[in-house]
């Protein structure tokens, strides 16, 4: 009797097997054919739903080792649904090797990763085109890392989606919000509360613990953007001050591995007053998140970078390193040290604003879902790469360092004398 029971169970975990086969291949049939979109959308109620679901594919082709960020949008339709989007019938699909005898004409939007497409062969690029579906360039990375120089690219996007704010969907990596909760900035046309509020007594006791004066935390010591050297200039006028930066990092005296970023930057909070939260490239409107972390731990950000500021964070609360130079830097770092109250009208945005990650945030495939949404115009970027890459010719050489040095020539002219007290900045070829 037992054997017979077992007997029955094992030819029934075998049909069970069967089952789930078919039913696997039942479910891949119905995605094909879209038939769960369809589904779902007779249940939704509002009338810009109606019947289009858009379909959105994410870029992603079968050998991709860095598809970000590409990576950070969940699959499906909830997202639109948990982040309240003003539209939520965009449905989110990842493309692999899996898809592909998949008609790519049916997708609303393609999007394309900038960090993938440099190395992806034409022929694995969608062959045929819907003259009503976009294909959208996004990119978080800064052009001057991440330049597009193929020519077929030019004419190829409709839309792009990266942290300039000239995109169509500019794509930052925290944005500013006021107290009702509005984004206000990053934006090309921000207007900030003029007199902000000072501090409370409570806060300025949580900032008098401070006694040193600025950290670094530097992992990348590739240096396009010169700010290792920066970094070495101003301790050497900081030391009429008798005081340095603290370089943690790879490229730093004060070690602090990568997977222990996290332990280093708390101890900002209680001991450093100013963060140098410096970019890596000296690109149009690139500020990464080093910002983010400056306050995120209760320091002031030292920016430096190619963007301008006032867009991005609120007056008053960082120091625009690039701008003043090293040596007044040192004064204006120097000065806050010595002067606390000074130092507190550096945190009197906490009264008006808080600054949010953007980076994994729903904001962008709200937007990105509203505009296919309503959009009605024929959008296409003709001249993609000197849009993407301001200096095209110099960019796309085989010569790379010669570009980037170039580069920071031309958008740090006032540095020149800087430069020409460095022995390593000399034309390459
Ligand atoms: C926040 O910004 C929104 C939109 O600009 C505005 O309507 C609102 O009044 C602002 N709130 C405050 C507290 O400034
Ligand atoms: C920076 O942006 C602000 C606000 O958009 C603008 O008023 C100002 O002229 C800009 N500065 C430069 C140097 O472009
Ligand atoms: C310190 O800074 C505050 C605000 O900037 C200023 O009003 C005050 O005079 C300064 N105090 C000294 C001793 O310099
Ligand atoms: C596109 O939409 C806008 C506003 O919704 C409308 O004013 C415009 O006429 C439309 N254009 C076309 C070509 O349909
Ligand atoms: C997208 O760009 C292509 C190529 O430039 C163009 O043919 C097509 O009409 C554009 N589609 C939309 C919806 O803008």
């Known amino acids: 009797m037992a054997v017979n029971t077992i007997g029955i169970l094992l030819r029934l975990a075998k049909l069970w097997r069967l089952f789930l086969s078919f039913l696997m291949l039942l479910v891949v049939y119905l995605h094909y054919t879209h038939y769960f979109y369809r589904a779902s959308d007779t249940t939704t109620k509002s009338p810009d739903d109606d019947d289009h679901l858009k379909i959105i594919l994410l870029w992603i082709p079968p050998k991709c080792v860095d598809c970000s960020p590409l990576n950070n949008f969940k699959r499906g339709r909830r997202i639109f649904e948990q982040h309240n989007c003003e539209y939520t019938n965009c449905h989110i699909m990842k493309s692999h ?96 509360v003029k007199d902000m509020e000072p501090i409370s007594i409570k806060f300025q006791y949580e900032l008098d613990s401070k006694y040193k004066l600025a950290a670094a935390y530097i992992s990348n010591c590739e240096d396009s953007s010169r700010r290792l050297f920066f970094i070495k200039t101003l301790n050497q006028e900081l030391q009429r001050y008798n005081t340095e930066v603290d370089v943690f990092g790879d490229c730093g005296k004060l070690k602090c591995p990568k997977n222990e970023k996290t332990t280093c930057l708390k101890k900002l909070k209680n001991k450093y007053l100013f963060y140098l939260a410096f970019e890596n490239s000296l690109a149009t409107d690139y500020v990464s998140e080093k910002v983010l972390n400056a306050y995120h731990y209760l320091t002031v950000p030292i920016v430096y970078g190619m963007a301008n500021y006032t867009r991005f964070l609120p007056p008053g609360s960082y120091i625009n390193g690039l701008e003043l130079g090293p040596k007044r830097l040192a004064a204006a770092m120097n000065s806050a040290f010595e002067n606390r109250t000074q130092y507190y009208s550096y945190f009197s945005w906490h009264n008006h604003y808080t600054i949010e990650d953007n980076y994994k945030n729903a904001n962008v495939a709200c937007d990105l879902c509203a505009k296919l949404n309503t959009n009605n115009r024929t959008e296409r970027t003709r001249h993609f790469r000197r849009w993407w890459n301001p200096s095209l010719n110099t960019k796309c050489q085989k010569v790379y360092t010669t570009t980037k040095e170039w580069f920071f020539v031309k958008y740090t002219g006032v540095y020149s004398q800087l430069l020409q007290g460095d022995s390593n900045v000399k034309q390459k070829n």
């Not at 009503?132 to 990375?141: A, I, N, P, R």
């Not at 193929?150 to 792009?160: A, I, S, V």
């Open 97 to 192: 090797s899996f898809y592909n005898d998949i008609d790519f004409k049916e997708f609303s939007a393609i999007l394309f990763s900038g960090r993938t497409i440099t190395h992806t062969p034409k022929e694995d690029l969608p062959t045929t085109r819907n003259p009503s579906q976009v294909y959208v360039f996004v990119q978080l990375e800064s052009n001057t890392r991440y330049p597009v120089c193929e020519k077929r690219y030019d004419d190829f996007f409709n839309w792009t989606m990266t942290y300039r704010l000239d995109s169509t969907i500019p794509w930052t990596y925290f944005v500013v919000k006021n107290k009702t909760g509005a984004v206000v900035a990053p934006s090309n046309s921000v207007s900030w």
